[in-house]
């Protein structure tokens, strides 16, 4: 079990590793993520994805983080579409490297973004969806106390085809 896991808010000085990590990682993450340009696992795609993320950040509109587990980089996590106004309400995802998988890090990572969505982020509502076969990520989001509220069909296009996805909320208590 990892004892210490953190989030810390992406920098554009991360590219050269995110690129490592999802390089590494593209097998793994295939069946679970959007078809991806190969560009995207270069240090230059990170760099532009990195330079969107703090812009959003800078908008309240995306807060992205690392997964730092016992100080090494083990995933990203992001509260992304967030949304003010009398909605106040965002979407949370996250991806934790294969080797971690299993180890608590997924779990600890979801509980501090929770944390700081209805702590510094003054959210009421995340709302987070896996596939419908992604039973570790579904008990994930059931440890951190989210709901599951319904399968949407055709939800996400995953691997090329649209697949249906099991979705969760969590309202801030």
């Not at 995110?18 to 995207?40: C, H, M």
């Not at 992304?80 to 490297?97: C, E, I, K, M, T």
């Amino acid at each position: 079990m990892i004892e210490q896991v953190q989030l810390r808010p992406v920098q554009v000085s991360d590219a050269e590793a995110l690129a490592q990590l999802y390089s590494s990682e593209r097998t793994f993450l295939t069946p679970f993520d959007p078809v991806r340009p190969d560009g995207f696992y270069t240090v230059e795609g990170q760099r532009r994805e990195l330079e969107e993320s703090v812009a959003q950040r800078a908008l309240d509109l995306r807060h992205r983080f690392l997964i730092m587990a016992e100080g090494r980089l083990a995933g990203a996590l992001s509260i992304s579409n967030v949304v003010r106004g009398p909605f106040q309400s965002a979407h949370l995802g996250y991806f934790v490297a294969e080797h971690h998988n299993g180890r608590g890090v997924g779990t600890a990572a979801v509980a501090e973004a929770t944390a700081r969505a209805f702590g510094q982020l003054r959210l009421h509502r995340l709302q987070a969806g896996t596939l419908v076969d992604n039973i570790g990520s579904q008990r994930v989001l059931e440890k951190n106390g989210f709901e599951r509220i319904g399968v949407a069909r055709n939800y996400l296009e995953i691997a090329g085809a649209w697949r249906d996805h099991v979705l969760f909320q969590r309202i801030a208590s």
